[in-house]
């Protein structure tokens, strides 16, 4: 479905208005939908009538004035979404004290200048979502309690052609140029993380010159070398391109420990890699995201260190060449016109609130009939992966992160490098890496897996894992990390009922073009089916080490435990409110006992015993002693059923298409439709039945015992191996 588009450019500066808007309009047209770009000007109504005239409004760095915000509401009350962009920091007047542009200002001025930034800060809330050029930049948004996502910066049409009709024109010299192209007073400061080595590299080596574009001042030491130092006017783009193509070796230095130059975009690293040069960068958030050092360039976070890349690369030309041709490489896979039209395929429809189909083909089937072994001795490929993980914050006893962690730990002990990234979102904020991992191997169990503390980059690997939806987010706006993933549990929009963002957010992220490998077959089909994405799926596993009968627990009193989690509307707690309520009427001398959190809101009005949150092995115990285990599952199961039949205790649950090919209906589980009565009817039926229950046990105990976490650990890895060949 084709869509309309307005871009309204509140920021004229050549090369910010080109990568943020320009290429932004030719990303859109290139997949069919019409795009405008227009300089806003606040008495021109005639551009508020042609934004409202279209489907999607892109306010590009924008501050809130009187006609802006009437544009704003006027869009929202005809449900057109307004969309706040930015590639920099201008939305946190908290920050102002380290925007270096501010440090120089009059008190008055500096005033003026906060009230603008409180102003961009008005149009951000104002809008519908935020795109940012830098995850950073996401991840202040989103602190605004704003949906955002990255889109970064690349290059255009026009810039890819240009720049491969430039390469190679540096031919052969003895000088080594080395460049700087600078296009505000902020640079000055900038520029001087790398002047010092600098200084020395311009003594030691005679065939080396600098080369300055832009109106830089150069530190004294610098500027007294006048004969080495050449210097040039700003330019447009193609003119810096083209005396850009002529150096050797790129620069880009920004400042360290500034969060303004943190949030700013690896461009100068783009430019450089479409020409073919190799750069020198500062070890800071931008650059660390998109350069693997000493590969396809440099990283320097003191003198010494730019010194020692510098010369490295006068010295080695031939390495100074093979960087430069990596570079390219990199830039034209992920910072091309062609890559950023890709990421816009997945950032509409988180925009514009629609669902479209994803142009990846559908899956193959998790059915795997080729063994591992004949599959590695037909196709040369790699058997041992780095795999990265994006995990959110994890909660002790959660089903979910449970199995994240035991896939993790499995396939860390299969030889993979498996390398995990844990998002702080509440507890873990002040958590260092080491905190990270001690946390973690407390309530999941040691592994050899790697733990690092998300600091919005990740490292080079074979694939990447989203394992939550908020992942996804994060996941879409890397550069690193291979193959992207998403390790999909439950349907999480069923998560949020009563909050219609979030559930589009998290429905969205299906058609983000990750491959999902999915718990159980009915997600892998709902995927499918729904979105058109790309899903193989995993068996469900159970720990049977830890959750296995224990004998002489079972007393003459029957009891049932009931899985209560009154907060997860999935898991149906007022109906077992209602169902307990009458079993106690009919059955009082059973013993009722509720488990799964602290407190019951609101709490049952009959004899109960609440267990809380138990750890594994009193779980276990539980289960072992319990006649009959209830849970009810509305949307993909939950892992407590098969728990509860390895301990020997027989189980009912909602009959559902969830459990095909997993529960059979009077056979291993007692199944029934998701109504009181039924479950009442159930109820009494397993109580009454003791030849019945002792079937259905022994039935689970069977079942469960093939259900183990390193097979299903296997399925994910013949998945991983499969597709990276």
Known sequence: ?????????????????????????????????????????????????????????????????????????????????????????????????????????????????????????????????????????????????????????????????????????????????????????????????????????????????????????????????????????????????????????????????????????????????????????????????????????????????????????????????????????????????????????????????????????????????????????????????????LVPEPFPGAGGDVGIFRIIRDLAEFGHDCQVYVVAYNLMTHFDTAEVRAYVHEHFGPSTAQYHRYEGEIGNADCTFATFWPTVENLTGLLKGGRRYYLVQDFEPSFYPDHPLHYLRAENTYCAGLRCITLGPWLTKRLRDNYHAQADYFDFAVDTDAYRPRPGLKSKAKRVSFYSRPATPRRAYEMGLQVFKRMHEEFPEIEIVFFGVDELTPAPTFPFVNRRKLPQEELAQLFSSSDVGVVFSLSNPSFVPLEMMACGCAVLEVASERWDGILTHNENAWLVEPTPEAVVEGLRKLLTDEKLRAELVANGLVLTREMSWRKSARQIERILLRDLA
């Open 1 to 389: 479905m084709s869509i309309s588009c307005f871009i309204a450019s509140g920021c004229q500066i050549a090369t910010t208005h080109l990568y943020r808007c320009l290429h932004l309009e030719d990303q859109l047209r290139a997949l069919g939908h019409r795009a405008r770009v227009a300089d806003w000007r606040e008495e021109a109504k005639i551009k508020v009538d042609d934004a409202l005239a279209c489907d999607l409004i892109f306010l590009y760095r924008l501050p809130m004035s009187a006609p802006l915000r009437a544009l704003i509401e006027t869009a929202r009350a005809l449900k057109k979404p307004v969309i706040f962009d930015t590639d920099d920091l201008i939305f946190e007047p908290e920050l102002i004290d380290q925007h270096r542009a501010v440090r120089n200002l009059s008190p008055d001025d500096q005033q003026l200048h906060a009230a603008g930034m409180r102003r961009y800060l008005e149009t951000l809330e104002a809008c519908d979502t935020v795109v940012t050029a830098t995850p950073l930049l996401a991840e202040f948004a989103r602190r605004r309690a704003k949906p955002a996502y990255v889109h970064r910066n690349s290059l255009g049409r026009e810039m890819s052609a240009l720049a491969k009709r430039l390469r190679g024109r540096r031919g052969k010299r003895e000088a080594v140029v080395i460049g700087y192209g600078s296009g505000t007073a902020t640079h000055d400061v900038d520029f001087a993380e790398a002047a010092g080595a600098l200084e020395q590299i311009l003594e030691r080596f005679s065939q080396v010159e600098l080369w300055i574009a832009g109106p830089l001042e150069l530190p004294p030491s610098l500027a007294q070398m006048a004969k080495r130092v050449r210097r040039f006017p700003l330019t447009d783009w193609r003119e810096w391109f083209a005396l850009l193509s002529q150096m050797d070796i790129a620069l880009a230095p920004l400042e360290r420990g500034n969060v303004f130059c943190r949030a700013k975009s690896e461009i100068k690293f783009v430019e450089a890699g479409a020409l073919g040069l190799p750069t020198v960068a500062s070890a800071i958030d931008p650059y660390r995201d998109a350069i693997t050092d000493r590969v396809d360039g440099l990283l320097a976070a003191d003198e010494a260190e730019w010194v020692n890349a510098l010369t490295e690369l006068i010295e080695q030309p031939e390495r100074r060449q093979q960087i430069g041709e990596r570079a390219r490489e990199i830039v034209e896979s992920r910072h091309s016109p062609q890559a950023r039209t890709r990421d816009l395929t997945w950032l509409l429809p988180q925009l514009y609130h629609h669902r479209h189909p994803s142009t990846t083909p559908r899956g193959r089937g998790a059915s795997l009939r080729m063994t591992l072994g004949r599959w590695l001795r037909r196709r040369k490929v790699k058997d041992k992966l780095t795999i990265n993980w």
